[in-house]
């Protein structure tokens, strides 16, 4: 436990230096903070589904930098052809300006247990990364906003054990786990926005690898699902 926790403080460094980067970057950050349940799908060499493997919970955390496509601010200050572009297109300046993209840093624990031919087992691995996602904002009722997003993560395992029975083995000499790790997936969030500087949320994410391999070889993807607080602080 000891040695995981020297990895957790390695990330939240890396945290550290990913916030002031979403700072300068966008016009929102935003801090979360939540749980993993991760399903390990892991494909056998001739082709069928591992049904040993259940998934198990880990800790996630992030900070992202969050910018709209569209101010209206600046637009309504200024005097310029696409000012009075957007102000003489008022549905097509209200579209463009719910979308949004973000940017920020990742730590994710994905684990799994397992049970075959009565010998336990088990995964802890813990990820850090880059997520970047495009959404939209959409109003529901005072002061609440439901945002769904697009996600894309790479994601680089920095520790990783396999223990099977009580002996412990390194993921890092695995390749199905070492190398950098492509997911795709969505996000959904519900935002209550306190006052014109800070909001709260509530988010859920499901993403995953999409790896192949021809018959006769076996591979492995990753399939996490967070579910998420955080805090949206606006300059």
Excluded: W
Excluded at 20 to 40: D, I, K, P
């Amino acid at each position: 436990m000891i040695l995981r926790s020297n990895y957790v403080l390695k990330a939240l460094c890396f945290g550290l230096i990913g916030l002031s980067s979403c700072v300068c970057m966008g016009q929102q950050f935003a801090f979360e903070f939540g749980s993993t349940l991760s399903r390990f799908d892991y494909t056998l060499a001739n082709g069928s589904k591992a049904d040993y493997l259940i998934p198990s919970a880990g800790l996630s955390f992030g900070i992202h930098g969050i910018q709209t496509l569209l101010d209206t601010s600046t637009i309504s200050a200024s005097s310029g052809k696409k000012s009075i572009y957007f102000n003489q297109h008022p549905l097509l300046r209200k579209i463009v300006s719910a979308l949004h993209y973000e940017i920020g840093f990742e730590y994710l624990q994905m684990n799994a247990l397992g049970n075959q031919q009565k010998i336990s087992f088990s995964y802890q691995t813990d990820f850090i990364g880059l997520q970047a996602g495009i959404g939209a904002n959409i109003p529901i009722f005072k002061g609440f906003t439901f945002s769904g997003n697009l996600v894309v993560q790479g994601q680089k395992m920095i520790q990783g054990n396999q223990l099977i029975a009580n002996q412990y083995y390194n993921l890092q000499e695995n390749e199905q786990f070492r190398g950098i790790q492509v997911l795709l997936g969505y996000r959904a969030e519900i935002i209550k926005k306190l006052n014109e500087k800070i909001s709260l949320y509530g988010a859920f994410q499901e993403s995953q690898t999409y790896h192949s391999a021809e018959l006769g070889t076996s591979y492995l993807n990753f399939c996490p699902r967070q579910i998420l607080i955080g805090l949206r602080l606006s300059k």
